[in-house]
T-cell receptor
Framework: EAAVTQSPRNKVTVTGGNVTLSCRQT?????MYWYRQDTGHGLRLIHY???????QIGDVPDGYKATRTTQEDFFLLLELASPSQTSLYFC?????????????FGAGTRLSVL | GEQVEQLPSSLIVQEGASVLINCSYT??????FPWYKQEPGKRLQFIID?????ERKQTQRLTLLFDKKTKHLSLHITATQPGDSAIYFC???????????FGAGTRLAVCP
């Protein structure tokens, strides 16, 4: 089964703080995604990438930067965190083999901005 | 952009009952509709999908119906078990880069 690892699992920061969420997939998938999950909104796409060095803007990108340093690693950066960014963040990857359309999700990072 | 709506937002049923989860979307360019399940404390996982050139797809106790004219999908789960308790998400994609738009989810609780 596809493996997607997120770190940290939990993070607390203060308003204006700097946060980096990490995601690594070891399945040679081309596509990687960052979503946030909030009650009443489901999952909303922040940024995504279809390969190392590539970055695409999602549906709710404001306040977030992302960087895909290698095929395996995708980072989400909050440079001036705000309380509205308190959420559960999921990374996902897709694009390998027979089930190329299936997204494989990480376990999530719960971020609290105080 | 695409918007996906799911109803109901929550359901409580007795074990063995059947349930129906409805989903509608707005963008007629959407062609691929996967569903994901999020069990308590676990990661989201794919459960079933359908493409816009199909009307019906079934796998085990899941049946997914698709109506292109009304832009509506429905997921039917039969013979529910407590292990089916989860949040179910409908999603839609126009097909490029697997970029999915998700609904808000339907929380299903199956009581033994």
């Amino acid at each position: 089964e596809a493996a997607v690892t997120q770190s940290p699992r939990n993070k607390v920061t203060v308003t204006g703080g700097n946060v980096t969420l990490s995601c690594r997939q070891t399945n040679s998938h081309n596509y990687m995604y960052w979503y946030r999950q909030d009650t009443g909104h489901g999952l909303r796409l922040i940024h995504y990438s279809y390969g190392a060095g590539n970055l695409q803007i999602g549906d709710v990108p404001d306040g977030y930067k992302a960087t895909r340093t290698t095929q395996e690693d995708f980072f989400l950066l909050l440079e001036l965190a705000s309380p509205s960014q308190t959420s559960l963040y999921f990374c996902a990857s897709a694009g390998g083999g027979r089930d190329q359309n299936t997204l494989y999700f990480g376990a999530g990072t719960r971020l609290s901005v105080l | 952009g695409e918007q996906v709506e799911q109803l109901p937002s929550s359901l409580i049923v007795q074990e063995g009952a059947s349930v129906l989860i409805n989903c509608s979307y707005t963008d007629s360019a959407s062609v691929y509709f996967p569903w994901y399940k999020q069990e308590p404390g676990k990661r989201l996982q794919f459960i079933i999908d359908i493409r816009s050139n199909m009307e019906r797809k079934q796998t085990q106790r899941l049946t997914l119906l698709f109506d292109k004219k009304t832009k509506h999908l429905s997921l039917h789960i039969t013979a529910t078990q407590p292990g089916d308790s989860a949040i179910y998400f409908c999603s839609a994609s126009i097909g490029s880069f697997n970029k999915l738009t998700f609904g808000a989810g339907t929380r299903l609780a199956v009581c033994p």
